[in-house]
């Protein structure tokens, strides 16, 4: 065993140390690279959260009212949430980024497409059915549930 460690002393006094050094410092710059990465990420994600808590607060978690003119309320909204999506469409992993794109797609289509004609038909047509006790078509129609859907979806991608 002593020739062994002798042997391998012999090797490390004669070897240059130059590549030692070198590959410890491309280790560092990794591992200094990768906390960097992690703080951004944690900084888009928060930034994506905090933007959709404010911006959607009488909307989102908790139904406080629906804005009149809601298309213009929405759209309004939809370039300071784009930006936040891009910065954060970095940091999804390739399998799950076709479905964030997606979410994100389907919220826009949402925003664009929505009017105060369709939240109004829908209150009628939810005051006329409750009635009746034919609840599940009406669920999937009413915007409200649509929309709450819709940024649970995309809120789904920045858990942490």
């Given at each position: ?31 200094a690279v990768e906390i960097v990465n992690r ?122």
């Amino acid at each position: 065993m002593e020739e062994y460690i002798d042997q391998i002393s012999k090797y490390f006094e004669t070897v240059p140390l130059w590549p030692f050094f070198l590959f410890g410092f491309v280790g560092l710059v990794a591992i200094a690279v990768e906390i960097v990465n992690r703080k951004r990420r944690e900084e888009a994600i928060e930034n994506f959260r905090n933007t959709i808590e404010t911006e959607l607060a009488p909307m989102y978690p908790k139904h406080i009212r629906w804005p009149e003119n809601v298309n213009q309320y929405l759209c309004s909204r939809l370039p300071e949430m784009q930006h936040n999506f891009e910065v954060l469409r970095v940091f999804i992993p390739q399998k799950q980024l076709l479905s964030y794109n997606t979410a994100w797609n389907k919220y826009c289509d949402f925003c664009r497409n929505i009017t105060d004609e369709i939240c109004a038909a829908s209150e009628q047509s939810t005051n006329a059915s409750s009635g009746t006790g034919n609840g599940t078509s009406v669920d999937e129609n009413d915007p409200k549930k649509v929309f709450h859907k819709l940024v649970s979806d995309l809120l789904e991608f920045s858990k942490k």
